[in-house]
């Protein structure tokens, strides 16, 4: 039972992730250039706040959503094993 537990919890963890890559890209970003301390104008946040970047982490996050969905149903046909025999 421990086990879907945690994987029920980090189903709900990563799919906030992705969601939050999906469709708050902007802020996702500008809070790990703020996190790592990145400077305007260094290579790393030039790199970090480029519009193709932003792309690539929206894509990224659908990516993410998508297996948190997958792991969400593994949940559930674990539950549906244990209890329905």
């Given amino acids: 039972m421990n086990r ?3 994987l029920f919890l980090f ?3 990563i799919f906030l ?3 939050n890559f999906t469709f708050n890209t902007n802020k996702t970003i500008s809070k790990f250039i ?3 301390r990145y400077e305007e104008g260094t290579k790393f ?3 970090l706040s480029s519009e193709s970047n932003m792309h690539w982490a929206k894509i990224c996050g ?8 997958i ?9 549906i094993n244990k209890y329905c025999k």
Avoid at 62 to 69: E, G, Q, R
Avoid at 74 to 79: H, P, V
Wanted: aromatic share 12%.
């Fill in 62 to 69: 659908a990516l993410i959503m998508i297996f948190a969905l």
């Fill in 45 to 47: 946040y030039k790199v």
């Fill in 11 to 13: 189903s709900i963890i």
């Fill in 4 to 6: 879907v537990i945690t």
């Fill in 34 to 36: 703020s996190l790592a």
């Fill in 71 to 79: 792991l969400f149903i593994g949940t559930i046909i674990l539950l």
């Fill in 17 to 19: 992730l992705g969601y």
